[in-house]
């Protein structure tokens, strides 16, 4: 069972900002539902058996958007509220989708942040993986839009983040960096499952780099593939949503 969840709870601020009104960025588009975010990632090259989508911002608006995009998945569309989406952080969205699927038989489970977007080709490459994976994008690493991971000298994997989106920090000897195209696949779900009952309730409500450096970061880099994306915008802003069109794929 191969299921994809996509967490889209936050308040969209900065775009919201830059389109004029308050708007969530995962359900906005100037040429019709099809233009999405939400809708790109839901149909890339690759099929699931259940799409779980958190929401919290403008909910009532994703949910609309969610019932349109998800007609053709019948009953495989999960759709969860997360009531904290603004005094919580990520972690609380990751860790309500991960509720959901956490009693499942599921083999693969990809998360994806719900303000991305990445070329088909490189999802399928993702999709196709056999086993764990990570990403990562060919963008610069810019402490005001970027998720990064290193491998320190013993080639663990740490991953490193700035909330204010003010400087980045790497304290240690390093063998190499890289900005995280924020899309992980977990394949062991004995691990999931062992790693939600090791973080505490208050973790949870910080960034969702908690459940994935536990999880990672406890594998040795020979139990994981690092899939680079060619094509990966994250749009914090409407200038990075139109930037989608730029090239093609």
């Not at 990751?94 to 956490?102: A, H």
């Not at 990562?136 to 810019?142: D, G, R």
């Not at 994935?212 to 060619?230: A, H, P, S």
Request: proline share 1%; glycine share 8%; with cysteine.
């Amino acid at each position: 069972m191969k299921v994809l969840i996509i967490t889209a709870a936050g308040l969209s601020g900065r775009f919201s900002r830059s389109v004029g009104h308050p708007c969530l960025k995962c359900i906005y588009s100037q040429d019709g539902i099809q233009q999405s975010l939400l809708y790109q990632m839901i149909n890339q090259d690759g099929e699931f058996d259940y799409y779980v989508v958190v929401g919290g911002f403008l909910y009532e608006e994703l949910k609309a958007a969610a019932e349109e995009i998800s007609r053709k998945l019948k009953k495989k569309l999960i759709l969860v509220k997360n009531d904290h989406y603004e005094d919580y952080g990520s972690g609380y969205s990751l860790y309500l989708g991960l509720s959901q699927i956490r009693n499942m038989d599921f083999d693969q489970a990809v998360f994806a942040e719900g303000d991305l977007y990445v070329d088909r080709n490189s999802f399928r490459k993702l999709y196709d993986c056999p086993g764990n994976a990570v990403t990562c994008s060919q963008e610069a690493i810019l402490a005001s839009k970027a998720v990064a991971f290193y491998f320190d000298q013993n080639r663990r994997i740490h991953y490193i983040y700035d909330t204010d989106h003010q400087i980045l920090e790497v304290r240690e000897p390093f063998t190499g960096i890289f900005n995280s195209g924020q899309i992980w696949k977990f394949a062991d779900r004995l691990r999931v499952r062992q790693v939600m009952d090791k973080i505490s309730e208050k973790a949870w409500q910080g960034t969702n780099l908690v459940f994935i450096q536990e999880y990672f970061g406890g594998l040795e880099k020979d139990q994981y593939d690092m899939v680079t994306f060619r094509k990966w915008i994250n749009c914090n802003t409407l200038s990075d949503y139109k930037s989608i069109k730029e090239g093609g794929e």
